[in-house]
């Protein structure tokens, strides 16, 4: 249980970083020359629509409970509600995809998780556009490995061999190959296509 809120602690303060880095247009560990990755595209209405309904919350209860106690714990667990939401969106921002100039993926979403699959290790890349009803990360009995982003992928990926993945609470698993969301899936599939033609 102290793991698993640790893991949880981690996460917040690596989003409110992210939300830091997004308010001064910067990014996490995107090297030069390397391919930035987005993919926030399919869920960017849906947040900042939460964050309307988020804000909209806020104002109402502040105006509408008559109790002073009760109103200013309200009012701080809607304003954490608020910046939750925003930090949100800004790790997965601020934290994209990418494909390095050595031709390693890193696959990440938000500050909830970070796979690192080394140069070399991709054997194919193609476009695939899938629509699975699974949570935003599932890997299935067969090393399929997928991070969806509302609720869609756009990238499969192929591994010359097993890759070790944490989910965000600790929990430890393998692929042999991973779908993701890319808004610009071409442009990922001919970075990685080209290293892997210069392997």
């Known amino acids: 249980m102290r793991g698993r809120l640790r893991l949880l602690a981690g996460h917040?303060?690596?989003?409110?970083?992210?939300?830091?880095?997004?308010?001064?247009?910067?990014?996490?560990?995107?090297?030069?020359?390397?391919?930035?990755?987005?993919?926030?595209?399919?869920?960017?209405?849906?947040?900042?629509?939460?964050?309307?309904?988020?804000?909209?919350?806020?104002v109402m209860l502040a105006l509408l409970t008559p109790w002073p106690v009760v109103r200013a714990i309200l009012l701080v667990l809607d304003v954490y509600g608020v910046v939750f939401v925003l930090s949100t969106h800004a790790a997965c921002v601020t934290r994209p995809h990418v494909?390095?100039?050595?031709?390693?993926?890193?696959?990440r979403y938000g500050a909830r998780f970070d796979l690192r699959i080394p140069a070399g290790a991709v054997t194919g890349a193609r476009i695939e556009r899938r629509f699975p009803d699974l949570g935003p990360m599932a890997a299935d009995a067969d090393g399929v490995l997928d991070l969806v982003v509302g609720g869609q992928t756009s990238v499969t990926v192929e591994l010359a061999g097993p890759v070790e993945f944490v989910r965000p609470?600790?929990?430890?698993?393998?692929?042999?190959?991973?779908?993701?969301h890319a808004d610009d899936p071409a442009a990922v599939v001919a970075a990685l296509t080209r290293w892997e033609r210069s392997a």
Request: without cysteine; proline residues 3%; hydrophobic residues 50%.
């Open 12 to 58: 917040e303060m690596r989003a409110l970083h992210s939300l830091w880095l997004w308010v001064r247009g910067r990014r996490h560990a995107v090297p030069d020359g390397a391919l930035a990755v987005a993919y926030t595209g399919p869920q960017t209405a849906m947040m900042y629509g939460l964050l309307f309904v988020s804000v909209v919350e806020t």
């Open 99 to 107: 494909v390095g100039a050595d031709g390693a993926l890193r696959l």
């Open 169 to 180: 609470l600790g929990k430890r698993g393998q692929a042999h190959s991973v779908r993701f």
